[in-house]
């Protein structure tokens, strides 16, 4: 299905049947729903007719359905996928014009002003990783002027809360130019999709919109892109990053990776590191505890006179830690408090304990400290040691700005290197580090990776299948419920065509197929 059918263009459709626009086709005694990728003159063939173009715009150009191409191989998925997560939930209809912003006054320069001079001349530059804290906002009111100039930018945050709040900063300066996209609602996505196709807008949304089409599309800002949210669990596992970057190989409009700690892929990619301020994330304060004698409980006594301290002001605090230890470090933390000011997050008490899950959710805090920093490194997983230092620093960027706000991290191994780095404030040469050792590890992202999970019928032929594939190392399979799990190492560009098409006979023989390209927990 991936080569698709030819159709012959009816001669009252010949205006509308373009690269891009949704189709109704006959297709096997039926009509279906197909997409147009490729437009000839010369096709002999006797060819059935398009029944029908539906929409009033093309949901995808030329240079995006490139990319739609390239994942649907990266991915190892149907290309008929990735042109559905390019196209809005209902049927396109045409956008009114944007909003005319005049130009404001000059504000104090940030490191995004380059690259905004350089869009506005329709220029590109290297990708760049902005190595601070996205949550100030103060890098809005730099795109505006690009805004001004009839061009568009999107910016990509992890989650619906996180469009919001950028939504309510962007909104004074850009008016009826900013397009929000959050949420589930079929409408309001397919409506926030027809206003990204007049050209001036700048759009906030979800990783959804990372494979939308927009109208005049100069910059991308892709905020803490190394955070699970950024990638799809189910298959196609796209990642945010990777279709931006190849997004803009494609199509050169520009790419900011934003956040205070940059992924290792990100930093092998080549971009051009650019540290904003002094500081990726705010004053962290060590707690040494090897001195502590044992049974000196979870938490120790300098963190709780300061609890008791922020408490007592009002303000909130997060003490962040294992799932197992959340009830504990709450019990713990009250009967040393003589009082119940704590609670297991979101209790509404001025002191909460939470996981990492609960990290996407807190900010404004008077102090927030990492009960268990020793603990967290011992995580099984070739990224461990990357994904503690991103958690720990979205721990210390919930505080709230000013004086007296600071964070405190509890170890037992003050010489870890991880421990320099929280002092430090600069991730670089801890994550360049990490990077040498994958290399040694010959783990990602000097490797390619591939999971195959198929579960409810395994086919027979599936070790010989994915042995015959070419120049890659497979292992496994490892047993699952109901099923089993395979890697595929190596460089696999020839393996993942190959890979797609054994994939699609396994699933038209009643197995479940899970493709994890590039897998996070390994």
């Known amino acids: 299905m991936d080569r698709g059918f030819w159709y012959r263009i009816p001669e009252h459709l010949a205006d509308d049947a373009r690269v891009g626009r949704i189709v109704r086709v006959p297709l096997s005694g039926r009509r279906v729903r197909g997409w147009i990728v490729e437009v000839a003159a010369d096709r002999q063939d006797k060819l059935k007719e398009i029944a029908a173009v539906s929409g009033d715009s093309s949901v995808f150009d030329p240079a995006l359905f490139r990319t739609l191409e390239w994942a649907a191989l990266h991915y190892v998925a149907p290309l008929s996928v990735l042109l559905g997560k390019a196209t809005p939930p209902n049927l396109p209809r045409l956008s009114e014009a944007a909003s005319v912003i005049r130009p404001g006054n000059r504000r104090g320069k940030h490191a995004i002003d380059d690259l905004v001079e350089t869009a506005i001349e329709g220029r590109r530059r290297p990708n760049q990783a902005l190595v601070g804290r996205w949550q100030r906002l103060d890098w809005l009111g730099?795109?505006?002027?690009?805004?001004?100039?009839?061009?568009s930018a999107l910016v990509i945050a992890a989650t619906a809360a996180e469009v919001g709040a950028i939504r309510s900063s962007a909104e004074a300066l850009l008016g009826g130019s900013l397009v929000d996209v959050a949420g589930e609602?079929?409408?309001?996505?397919?409506?926030?999709?027809?206003?990204?196709?007049?050209?001036?807008?700048?759009?906030?949304?979800?990783?959804?919109?990372?494979?939308?089409?927009?109208?005049?599309?100069?910059?991308?800002?892709?905020?803490?892109?190394?955070?699970?949210?950024?990638?799809?669990?189910?298959?196609?596992t796209l990642h945010v990053r990777d279709v931006v970057r190849r997004r803009s190989l494609v199509e050169g409009f520009g790419a900011i990776f934003y956040g205070p700690t940059p992924s290792v892929e990100v930093l092998a990619s080549g971009a051009e590191v650019v540290r904003v301020g002094n500081r990726a994330w705010p004053l962290v304060e060590i707690v040494d505890r090897s001195q502590e004698p044992p049974g000196s409980g979870l938490i120790s006594d300098s963190v709780?006179?300061?609890?008791?301290?922020?408490?007592?002001?009002?303000?909130?605090?997060?003490?962040?830690t294992f799932r197992k230890m959340v009830d504990q470090?709450?019990?713990?933390?009250?009967?040393?408090?003589?009082?119940?000011?704590?609670?297991?997050?979101?209790?509404?008490?001025?002191?909460t304990v939470g996981t990492e899950r609960d990290l996407a959710g807190i900010d404004g805090l008077g102090l927030t400290v990492a009960a268990n920093v020793d603990g967290l490194l011992l995580t099984q997983g070739y990224r461990s040691s990357e994904e503690v230092l991103r958690q720990l620093a979205r721990l210390a960027s919930a505080l709230a700005p000013g004086s007296g706000h600071r964070m405190m991290a509890q170890v037992l191994d003050v010489s870890l290197p991880i421990v320099e780095t929280l002092k430090r404030g600069d991730p670089i040469p801890y994550l360049e580090r990490v990077l040498i050792e994958r290399g040694r590890a010959e783990a990602p992202p000097s490797t390619e990776i591939i999971a195959v999970e198929i579960r409810d019928h395994v086919p027979d032929d599936v070790d010989t299948a994915l042995g015959g594939l070419q120049d890659c190392e497979v292992l496994g399979p490892l047993k699952l419920d109901n099923g089993m799990r395979w890697l595929i190492q190596g460089r696999l560009a020839k393996a993942r065509a190959e890979l797609r098409g054994l994939v699609g006979r396994w699933r038209e023989a009643g197995a479940t197929v899970r493709v994890d390209a590039d897998p996070i927990d390994l």
């Open 142 to 151: 730099a795109l505006r002027p690009l805004i001004t100039a009839g061009r």
């Open 185 to 236: 609602d079929d409408a309001a996505i397919t409506a926030g999709w027809e206003a990204a196709q007049a050209p001036g807008r700048l759009v906030v949304g979800t990783p959804r919109t990372a494979t939308w089409q927009i109208a005049g599309l100069s910059l991308v800002v892709v905020l803490e892109e190394g955070r699970r949210a950024m990638k799809e669990r189910q298959t196609p």
């Open 304 to 320: 709780i006179a300061a609890l008791r301290a922020v408490a007592s002001r009002g303000e909130r605090c997060f003490v962040f």
């Open 329 to 351: 470090c709450v019990h713990e933390i009250n009967a040393r408090l003589g009082a119940p000011d704590a609670g297991p997050h979101p209790s509404g008490r001025a002191i």
